[in-house]
């Protein structure tokens, strides 16, 4: 509330006190204020739902409490305590594992914090611990290091079966965890930068070796919060949460060169319940893209992603999609809710992406209440890249996508309709499109449509003739509820 808005209720208490008899109108005031208040408040915005795994209601105004914090942590520690210098120039990347290291010792008695102070702080890659906060307070900085063999080398994901970019094992990501409980990484808006274009060069130059470390990945790991921060130049995807649950990244500034190679935002992986909300993402590649491991390894490792909620995010990607689901999808994605989304200047508001060879599924996606400006394509079901880990994949698995719910979705400057294609083998079904309207100079108004089959109102410009619409009150599609999961 700002000070206006509380001078409004504090005013008439002011009146009543100095003369209670003559403040008739201000008792009134007060008693239809706090009736406009008790009612708004009991009428959300959306639908109250439950949360996976609870019994519990909450508002879905927010899905951060799917991070349950413990005590607070009994130890306090700043990184100058451990040899830390923050000049920029100094490696801490000694002092930061030596601090781990030291803390970790106190995760069994509430844990312990590791403080950042104002200032430039180098370092390679480090790992976190259980029970532990890496807070960076204003005005502090970590910059990744520009030496590779600051990376290390780690083996690739079971999901993947290699590198996602080169065959073998794969460079760590700067700030690393795996088998993990209640970790956060907050601070008072300070910032991670990873100086990635020493690695971007690398993939220009074609002379990368092994696959680039992300900025943060945790990995078989829950109860994780990632807050507050502004996290800039991605070697890699920026944040990768992978076989992880419960999961909350909120208040999150997120910036990569807009050419800069694949410097995704957000990455949940074969992770559940993930809360991803009030982030703003400008990068080279998706600004959050849902995956679950690649062909004939991730339907092996079969683990999906599910229970993921993706909220109030804006931002720009001129290449990629404001969201995407893909193309790396072979352990399944399902229960997907995405919601309040503002994209700008980029390629796809929307993307489904999958490919011959992937197997898997995507199911039960409900997205609602998206608004784009300068979008080339606004929704997009595409096949992939035709990019395969080895030449052992199955041709034969087909993935499977079905139930899929748009609303609510509003693009001005939009250069062609939705291009909603199916792959040949399969059929995407289930698709309830309703209450769009895409408009720009010269657009091409046709819908681009094949493999799919469902139904689609209110919609500009007419959709194509494989979804229709059904006069009639029976509709599975038109008596939807988009409100919520």
Known sequence: MSTCDMAVYIRPWVQFFKNPWRSSWAVLCIALALLVLTWTHAMPAWPIRFMPGSSEV???????????????????SSIK???????????????????????????????????????????????????????????????????????????????????????GPRHISLIHGNGLTDVVITGNNGSIDGQGRMWWEL????????TRGHLVEIMNSNNILISNLTFINSPFWTIHPVYCSNVVIKNMTIRAPLNSPNTDGIDPDSSTNVCIEDCYIESGDDLVAIKSGWDQYGI?????????????????????????????????????????????????????????????????????????????????????????????????????????????????GVKRAPVLEGIDGTVYEGICIQNVSFKGDKMKEKWQCELVKGEVYDAFPNPCDQLVSRNTSFSWCRNRQFLGR
């Open 58 to 76: 909450v508002g879905p105004s927010s899905c951060s409490d799917l991070y349950q914090p413990g005590r607070p942590r009994k130890v306090v």
């Open 81 to 167: 305590e451990f040899g830390g210098v923050g000049d920029g120039i100094t490696s801490n990347t000694e002092a930061f594992r030596k601090a781990v290291k030291q803390l970790s010792k106190h995760g069994a008695d509430s844990g312990a914090q590791l403080n950042v102070p104002s200032g430039r702080w180098l370092t390679g890659s480090f790992n976190l611990t259980s029970h532990f906060t890496l807070f960076l307070e204003e005005g502090a900085c970590i910059l990744g290091s520009q030496d590779p063999q600051d990376w290390p080398l780690i083996e690739p994901l079971p999901s993947y079966g290699r590198g996602r970019e080169r065959l």
């Open 203 to 210: 993939w220009w130059n074609r002379t990368l070796n092994y």
């Open 300 to 412: 092996k490792t079969a683990r999906p992603s599910s229970n993921i909620t993706v909220q109030r995010i804006s931002g720009t990607t001129p290449t990629c999609s404001g969201i995407g689901i893909g193309s790396e999808m072979s352990g399944g994605v399902s229960n997907i809710l995405i919601r309040d989304l503002h994209v700008y200047n980029s390629s796809s508001a929307l993307r489904v992406k999958s490919d011959r060879g992937r197997g898997g599924y995507i199911t039960n996606v409900t997205v609602t209440n998206i608004t784009m400006e300068h979008v080339k394509i606004p929704i997009r079901f595409s096949r992939g890249a035709n990019d395969h880990p080895d030449q052992n994949f199955d041709p034969k698995a087909l993935p499977k996508v079905s139930n899929i719910y748009i609303s609510n979705v509003v693009g001005e």
